[in-house]
């Protein structure tokens, strides 16, 4: 089958291997469509694939099921997404569909820009019956499955005014999902493609930071007072000393974004502002409900796609993502 590999240095190339093997905890799944991640920019930009046997990174992948074990709950022919991080199932983090903390978790998030890819039943995601392929990567994978985690660890966010940090895919999932739950969502980036498109995904307004100072404009929008909410969809530290600035006394910070590092001033943000922070990570078999019932109530998560590119054209979708003028990105194959 055909895969493609991250070479590293903005470059891409497809490779020839074999197409994986079925087994009695293994589904296959004939790709139809895999989206990008954020979390492939650097192994697209800057040094590829490290990992032996590894390719790529994607793990957002929707298909048609081509062989399962024969006691499972899958057939062939089934439309399935995947859910890529998986328990052991016996746990007390599994049993609570907390699976992301199980101890003795596995990972399927790599090589799904390819022609067939193989996954753990507990992963098996059955799509709703006429999804179309695209809008089924972002409702199974973690398009969704991160902002709808984020929100039910918010709980109730109805009225209360939230600041998206970035709106790079995962940030603007943040900024539809919580304005359908009826927050007042206002975004912030550098690129003015991505503040627009905020708009049009239910923000009621965007701060473009290459021209506007980020705590005068939060100032502005909350008559003084900070922001209720500010969700960090950004990689850097220094993200989380804004989100310090901007946000209101006993406020929340909220993080989805990967970075490893920053320092803080607990005194400042703890003891003087009393302010909570915390996060979320990926999705749970404990989301998935939530997430199709948030499609099956209308939520537009179609409008996060703004490319969907022939897998043929890898090299042109991972330019048109990591160019930044672009929302979701979407491969779809034959
Ligand atoms: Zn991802
Ligand atoms: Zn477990």
């Given at each position: ?40 920019i ?149 690129v003015?493609y991505r ?112 490319h ?8 042109e979708a991972f330019e048109i993502f990591v160019s930044g003028n672009s929302?979701?990105v ?5």
């Amino acid at each position: 089958m055909k895969i493609v590999k991250l070479d590293g240095k903005g470059q891409t190339s497809f490779k020839e291997i074999a197409k994986p093997e079925g087994d009695d905890q293994h589904v296959i799944i004939k790709v139809k469509g895999s989206a990008l991640c954020g979390t492939e920019i650097h192994t697209f930009k800057d040094h590829g694939v490290v990992r032996e046997g590894m390719y790529n990174a994607g793990h957002e992948v929707v298909g048609v099921i081509e062989s399962a074990p024969l006691n499972s709950l899958y057939k062939a022919g089934m439309r399935v997404g995947a859910c890529v991080v998986q328990g052991c199932g016996r746990c007390d983090f599994c049993q609570a569909g907390y699976e992301t903390a199980c101890l003795n978790k596995t990972f399927y998030a790599s090589n799904g820009h390819a022609e067939y890819f193989k996954l753990g039943l507990n992963g098996v995601r059955v799509l709703p019956d006429n999804i179309d392929w695209p809008t089924g990567a972002i409702l199974s994978g973690d398009g969704l499955g991160v902002p709808v985690r984020a929100s039910r660890r918010l709980g109730d966010t109805a009225g209360k005014k939230i600041l998206v940090l970035g709106l790079g895919p995962i940030g603007l999932g943040n900024v539809l999902v919580q304005a359908f739950k009826g927050a007042e969502v206002m975004g912030a980036d550098f690129v003015e493609y991505r503040t627009e498109l905020a708009g049009k995904l239910g923000a009621v307004g965007s701060i473009n930071l290459s021209k506007q100072d980020l705590k005068e404009a939060v100032l502005e929008w909350t008559a003084g007072k900070g922001a209720d909410i500010v969700i960090l969809a950004v990689g850097k530290a220094e993200a989380l000393l804004s989100a310090v600035e901007v946000v209101k006394h006993q406020g929340t910070i909220f993080q989805v974004a990967e970075f490893t590092s920053a320092t803080i001033n607990p005194s400042a943000m703890f003891v003087a502002k009393e302010l909570t922070m915390t996060g979320s990570w990926y999705y749970t078999s404990a989301d998935w409900p939530v997430m199709l019932d948030l499609y099956s109530k209308g939520l537009a998560i179609d409008k996060l796609i703004t490319h969907v590119i022939p897998f043929e054209q890898a090299q042109e979708a991972f330019e048109i993502f990591v160019s930044g003028n672009s929302g979701k990105v979407v491969m779809s194959y034959n």
